[in-house]
């Protein structure tokens, strides 16, 4: 079966300092992987994607994510953070054998402090 | 370009009372997905459509709860009748077919914050 995992439901960064925010999944098939962020009172947006190729991708507001198929990891970073980077952070992956349904984290909620 | 849109924003109703909530996916867009949002539960599907054609309807949490899709650039979500377990905040998503790839992001709308009381 398909699933996701955010282990930490919290986590809380310097600003200025790198940011890690942890992503482990379990699929069948072939992963794609997926960041999104919310702001309060706002949808879920999209950041950054995994399909196939380099395992390091760049998405939105300097955020990038690994994609590591040994330890079956997408974990999200910024190499500085900012203080307008808290929200909630949101994995999701799909399998290359499914339908177009996505199985979601439980989301990760990230506190930059200044 | 306008994204997903969705009315209205908050609703607060009594129990038993009839609640429509509306979405209008970006246009061009064949899939489009209905979510729930809660503290204990997380972010649920409830349905997915392509091409109008409900897809997947397995989370939809019970017969009081029905979705339609008349056409391609509207979308309801009905709850009749309503419950206070039904508070919640309801998020319209839509997609492009990524053909076998299925490796198009979804577009949130900004939800629909429900209170029934």
């Known amino acids: 079966a398909q699933s996701v995992a955010q282990p930490e439901d919290q986590v809380n960064v310097a600003e200025g300092n790198p940011l890690t925010v942890k992503c482990t999944y379990s699929?069948?098939?072939?992963?794609?992987l997926f960041w999104y962020v919310q702001y309060p009172n706002r949808g879920l947006q999209f950041l950054l994607k995994y399909i196939t190729g380099d395992n390091l991708v760049k998405g939105s507001y300097g955020f990038e994510a690994e994609f590591n198929k040994s330890q079956t990891s997408f974990h999200l970073k910024k190499p500085s953070a900012l203080v307008s980077d808290s929200a909630l952070y949101f994995c999701a992956v799909r399998d290359s054998f499914s339908n177009y349904q996505l199985i979601w984290g439980a989301g990760t909620k990230l506190i930059i402090k200044p | 370009d306008a994204g997903v849109i969705q009315s209205p924003r908050h609703e607060v109703t009594e129990m038993g009372q009839e609640v429509t909530l509306r979405c209008k996916p970006i246009s061009g867009h064949d899939y489009l997905f209905w979510y729930r949002q809660t503290m204990m539960r997380g972010l649920e599907l409830l349905i997915y459509f392509n091409n109008n054609v409900p897809i997947d309807d397995s989370g939809m949490p019970e017969d009081r709860f029905s979705a339609k899709m008349p056409n391609a650039s509207f979308s309801t979500l009905k709850i009749q009748p309503s419950e206070p377990r039904d508070s919640a905040v309801y998020f319209c998503?839509?997609?492009?077919?990524?053909?076998?790839?299925?490796?198009?992001?979804?577009?949130f709308g900004d939800g629909t914050r429900l209170s029934i009381l």
């Open positions: 699929v069948s098939g072939n992963p794609y």
């Open positions: 998503a839509s997609s492009l077919s990524g053909g076998t790839d299925s490796n198009q992001p979804q577009h």
